[in-house]
């Protein structure tokens, strides 16, 4: 498997950190016995204001509750719409098509992603629980009235670690 090892124009030593916080938190997902994603979010400034495991996993796992959704969810309890607009979501792999429908309906303005849709295919095959779409974030995005910025794939290679050996 191929992975995206370039850091895309834009990108920040910050959101590099945050990145890999993302990263770290998928494996302590999986290592609480759930699906290895994780996502954060976090204001300009990079305080954390949000951070979610996977909590979707069977039988008891409700199948809607990705890490990015719940991350979103959590931040637009806690802050206004002019602050999730200026704020970023971190997560190690890219946001699903429910999880960015989640992310434009709570404004956060801006997404950075390890894992890209394709390559997590890649490491999950046709395995049930995780039933890849092949719809990247940035059409969902595209979709909408307002602007959604997107950065990944990248650290791709880290992102996969956790996944190793848990879909077989």
């Not at 806690?78 to 434009?104: I, N, Q, R």
């Amino acid at each position: 498997m191929t992975f995206t090892q370039l850091v895309p124009a834009g990108v920040t030593e910050l959101d590099l950190e945050l990145l890999r916080e993302s990263i770290r938190l998928s494996r302590e997902s999986r290592q609480r016995g759930r699906h290895p994603f994780a996502a954060l979010v976090a204001d300009r400034d990079g305080k954390v204001i949000a951070r979610a495991g996977n909590n979707s996993m069977p039988p008891e796992g409700d199948p809607t509750q990705h890490a990015e959704l719940l991350a979103v969810a959590e931040a637009a309890r806690l802050l206004g719409p002019e602050a999730l607009a200026g704020c970023t979501l971190y997560t190690s792999a890219e946001p699903c098509c429910m999880c960015a429908g989640a992310v434009y309906w709570t404004g956060v303005g801006r997404v950075v992603y390890a894992l890209s849709e394709h390559a997590l295919l890649g490491l999950t095959g046709a395995h049930p629980e995780n039933p890849t779409f092949s719809l990247p974030c940035r059409e969902v995005f595209a979709r909408g009235q307002r602007q959604v910025t997107v950065l990944g794939p990248m650290l791709e290679r880290e992102a996969a670690v956790p996944h190793e050996g848990f879909w077989t």
